[in-house]
């Protein structure tokens, strides 16, 4: 057998035997982990996550019961479904879920998280359109009752000018039929502007009842992080904050 071939043989035999020496090992988790589910249900004895990631690699990553393991590891924790990348729990409030494949780490959902907005910055980015929807209501009838006047004058006037000068009256006239209830213009426009200022009123004190209530909840956040943070460090060094499945933040251990 020539060098090149033997260097070969050399170099497939040692990847088999690696590959075989993984196998023994992942048999003898497996088999350690059966052996010992009722000891981790009691908490006698623990998973840790690099364990929890080496069963991954085995068909157990499809099963109930490592996923149920883990919620005997986190205080609170409680198991709700597997998926295929992770198996989701719910943490208090809030859903959590640890990946089933190669990712260290947890994942917690907290879609109403947000940094300390101001009361414009709220109000910017949750009420901007309806906001802007009654503003522009207010502005036009605003414009019309400021016009209204010019409405009189202008019908006054062209009853008695030149013939070429009737076609705007004929749109004065209708503009003021368009309306109902034998209302003049004025009328329907200052009822209609009242009520848009009603409108924004009243919404404008619910955005500051929201707003209230938006840095209250925030608050809560606060101090649901302050809880758990140091419970999932004791299993985890990483944890992801995600809001609308996106990753908003992410706490380490020690930092």
């Known amino acids: 057998m020539s060098n090149d071939f033997a260097n070969d043989y050399s170099i497939a035999l040692k990847s088999i035997n690696n590959e075989l020496a993984e196998k023994r090992a992942q048999v003898k988790l497996v088999k350690q982990f ?12 623990k998973l840790t996550e690099k364990d929890y990631h080496k069963l991954c690699e085995t068909t157990l990553r499809k099963t ?21 990348n992770c198996f989701n729990y719910k943490l208090g409030n809030y859903k959590l879920s640890i990946p ?5 780490g947890v994942d917690l959902y907290i879609d109403d998280i947000d940094d300390n907005l101001t009361y414009t910055d ?19 009838r605003e414009m019309y009752l400021a016009m209204n006047g ?25 503009i003021e039929h368009r309306f109902k209830d034998g209302k003049s213009i004025d009328v329907i426009m200052k009822e209609q502007l009242d009520e848009s200022i009603l409108n924004k009123n009243n919404l404008m004190q619910n955005i500051r009842h929201k707003y209230v209530a938006f840095h209250e909840n925030q608050a809560n956040i606060s101090k649901y992080l302050d809880k758990y943070l140091p419970i999932l460090f004791e299993w985890t060094d990483t944890v992801r904050i995600r809001k609308n499945d996106c990753i908003v933040r992410t706490y380490t251990k020690g930092n």
């Open 122 to 140: 709220f109000i910017r980015y949750k009420f901007k359109r309806q906001i802007d929807s009654y503003n522009h209501a207010i502005d036009y």
């Open 64 to 84: 109930d019961m490592l996923g149920t393991a883990i919620s005997f590891m986190i205080e609170d924790l409680e198991y709700l479904s597997k998926s295929s």
């Open 34 to 45: 059966s052996t010992t589910y009722e000891e981790i249900q009691s908490g006698s004895k």
């Open 150 to 174: 010019f409405f009189k004058k202008a019908s006054f006037y062209c009853r008695r000018s030149p013939k070429f000068m009737r076609p705007v009256l004929y749109v004065i006239k209708d």
């Open 100 to 104: 089933s494949y190669s990712e260290l």
